[in-house]
């Protein structure tokens, strides 16, 4: 069985990031936001659900255990990583953001060759911004940084 005291800190970081995500999304206009607003709202839900079932389950557990934090060095990481590149992206843009994270994700989570690390993060972020600039003709952010107004 699962340390119900994992599954605590889990529901209670999904929750915070679901009611982030609805908070920062309330901004929106009301269609675009629609969609988000039911996954946020079903996350939040779920992970009501889940800090119920871990808080059940603290009852039954006997054994005093303690969270071995060093196991979520990685999880941490991923989650510092995503939230500069949502406070980086109105700044640098879509394309640069991109890059940083995803070579940065690389290299951080120790992806051996690091050139090809980089060379990846460049051609995954070019990619997917062909698929939604020209394919999708959806705009991505460029950055106040470069822009020439």
Same mark, same amino acid.
């Given at each position: 069985m699962i340390n119900w005291k994992y599954d605590l800190l889990?529901?209670?970081s999904l929750f915070a990031i679901?009611?982030?995500?609805?908070i920062?999304?309330?901004?929106?206009?009301?269609?675009?936001?629609?969609?988000?607003?039911?996954?946020t709202v079903s996350l939040c839900i779920l992970s009501v659900i889940l800090g119920i079932s871990a808080i059940r389950?603290?009852?039954?557990d006997?054994?005093?255990?303690? =969270?071995?934090?060093?196991?979520?060095?990685?999880?941490? !990481?991923?989650? $510092?990583l995503m939230a500069a590149y949502i406070g980086v992206m109105d700044y640098i843009g879509f394309l640069a953001s991109g890059c940083l994270l995803l070579a940065t994700f690389y290299?951080?989570?120790?992806f051996k060759n690091k050139i090809l690390g980089i060379i990846l993060? =460049?051609?995954?972020?070019?990619?997917?911004?062909?698929i !939604?600039?020209? $394919?999708?003709?959806?705009?991505l952010p460029i950055g106040s940084l470069w822009e020439t107004e």
């Open positions: 889990l529901a209670v679901g009611l982030a995500f609805y920062t999304g309330s901004a929106y206009p009301a269609t675009p936001f629609l969609f988000p607003s039911y996954l389950r603290s009852k039954e006997v054994s005093s255990s303690k =969270i071995e934090w060093h196991k979520y060095k990685a999880p941490a !990481f991923v989650v $510092a290299i951080g989570m120790g993060a =460049i051609v995954i972020t070019a990619i997917v911004y062909a !939604f600039h020209i $394919a999708l003709e959806v705009s």
